[in-house]
């Protein structure tokens, strides 16, 4: 990873794109998490009210993106467009939820790096002075994954201890143009609300496909957490920063063993990951409750707590300058029982406060 | 189509970031069609010495990108990244292309509009000065989507008269700065090439999903031509201007069906689609020899055509305005076996010459 020549990954946003506003809806394991309480919306069940899991995930998605329209204020007729992806084959549940938005659709592939992945592409839209609002959404369910990438799950089938449980989460964040420097002095007087201060989107690192040859599909982390690195290190030689920089490092679905392997792999490079750093995956469920499991994975994961606790930790001002880390696996069942080995990515979106 | 509350769907690119090269791979029926001669390379066999279809769509994307990056001269060290996307589960075909380059990666989905989108997204990064030089390639293979989308070639179906069939090309656009008004007057003298003129992106207008509710999966045309008639009305009334306004409005990959249809369309809303038009689906094929199809599909079809037919036709100045329209079908085996519709997309790129 430390070569002689080393490309820079980071592109800065000059006008630094607001996020307007974030939303959540997760499953009733998810709730029952650390961040349980701060999401928007807990299902009582991961059905919703639809006949199949794919449906459901579809609702879901269009429940975050309607409900993050909502609390940024955003009608359908001011939405310029819609950036989204997901893991089901085709992204199905993107492109029906975008069917129901009267905007232009844009539809990406990161697996599970989705969220920064739309969020990258979104600020450039807005920051480049093409769009004035775009929505950046994603959404994975535990029973269409397991199904599409697994076994049935009328199999019943045991898991192995490496394994990571998709996580049942659909979010959406609203990015617009960054007005606040101008309205800031008037306003400040006017504003009661407790999340008060508009997160905006500063720079972001653009991950290679980084392949260490693991093949193990029931351990993903070990898979990503080589691609998490080799994101990570670009950031900091890029923006010139280190861990400590930030209030919050989040990396997205590497769980308990791939957040461990990152530790380890940047100790090698001489960075130290310190108490600012945590893990989607490793932390969205309560892992005493939900055994066998290394953690969360899925698009749903990171989004979903970037766009709850991260968002209104930002909001708050208790998180002055975050970097959120998406990590994706990028196989298919195809790819794997042809005995191909699983490609990686990461990108990393920094996100800041006054 | 013809509402009262029009979105802007066009967005300008201030820079016109140019198409410094572009590369085009196909398979034997291809090559045997109205743009054969045009092609980069054409396979004399499909496999392409691989020993499964989906590593020889993928050494084919793979072969275009080398192949584009070593007409335009950039090295691995310059191409600041790659965005691509095609119709395989989890896109895998760009996934691992994209391992073998030291470039970002950014994955996109919009089905057959793949190239499209590439370009669309490609530009933006240049035009909004995040990149330099970025490559936008997809690819399809009439023999994995076959056996993913429909059944195993071993069962020898009969196809239905309305079906298409799906394109085996990859091919790749090479983006980079337009820096021809600078160089331009040293350089007039000494080029030589018949191939003089640097074709330039100057708009874009992004799809909005459309369905009208056609479910049969063996009538994509059908299923998609609302979506091109959607955005082509979007673009001309964005962009004021009219079909003759261009030297040729490709569409891609509705085939002969659909481009009747898309006539049609535009027809009933006062648009004539002149002698400018052809549909790529329609054209790419010789269908007097490959009988039962209503022509190619895939996001390699147009991506093919545009990367050889159209390109030499630019760079030769026998055209100077080109609209380019891939359309898509965001459909999947899952969405279709649960009984829903087809939704579409369609992306088009306006590409220019001096």
């Known amino acids: 990873m430390s070569s002689a020549e080393q490309k820079n990954q980071t592109i800065i946003f000059k006008n630094k794109p607001a996020i307007l506003a ?4 997760v499953g009733p394991y998810e709730g029952e998490g650390r961040f349980g309480t701060c999401f928007d919306y807990v299902m009582k069940h991961d059905r919703f009210n639809e006949i199949s899991y794919e449906r459901a995930e579809r609702k879901m998605l269009e429940h975050a993106i309607f409900g993050a329209m909502d609390k940024a204020h955003i ?41 920064s992945l739309s969020l990258i592409l979104g600020a450039t839209l807005i920051d480049g002075g ?3 609002t775009v929505a950046c959404a994603t959404a994975s369910h535990f029973s269409t994954a ?12 045991q898991r192995i201890p490496t394994s990571q449980w998709t996580v049942t989460a659909a979010a959406c964040s609203i990015l617009g143009k960054n007005e606040k420097k101008s309205e800031n002095s008037e306003k400040k007087g006017k504003e009661k609300d407790e999340l008060n201060k508009i997160p905006y989107l500063t720079c972001a690192t653009i991950g290679k496909v980084v392949d260490y040859g ?8 070990a898979a990503m957490a080589p691609s998490a690195a080799s994101t990570l290190l670009a950031h900091f030689r890029g923006t010139k920063t280190k861990p400590s920089d930030y209030d919050i490092i989040a990396t997205g679905d590497l769980g308990k063993l791939g957040a461990r392997i990152l530790r380890t792999l940047l100790e090698n490079e001489g960075i130290e990951l310190g108490a600012e750093f945590f893990d989607c995956g490793e932390e969205i469920f309560n892992l005493s409750k939900l055994k066998g499991t290394m953690g969360g994975s899925g698009p749903g994961c990171s ?27 990028l196989l298919s069942p195809t790819s794997s029982q042809q ?4 490609p990686s990515i990461t990108h990393a979106v920094e996100i800041r406060v006054d």
Chains 1, 2 share one sequence.
């Open 22 to 25: 974030g939303y959540s809806i």
């Open 75 to 115: 009608n359908n007729p001011d939405l310029d467009a819609i950036l989204a992806g997901d893991l089901l084959n085709q992204i199905i549940t993107s492109s029906f939820a975008a069917r129901c938005l009267d905007a232009c659709y844009l539809g990406v592939f990161g697996a599970c790096s989705a969220m």
């Open 130 to 132: 093409y769009m004035n």
């Open 146 to 157: 397991e199904r599409q990438f697994r076994f049935p799950l009328e199999l019943g089938n």
């Open 214 to 221: 693991i093949s193990d599909v029931n351990n993903m982390g």
């Open 303 to 329: 989004a979903a707590v970037l766009n709850s606790y991260i968002l209104s930790q930002l909001q708050k001002g208790e998180a002055k300058r975050v970097l959120f880390v998406a990590t994706g696996a």
């Open 339 to 342: 005995g191909h080995s699983i």
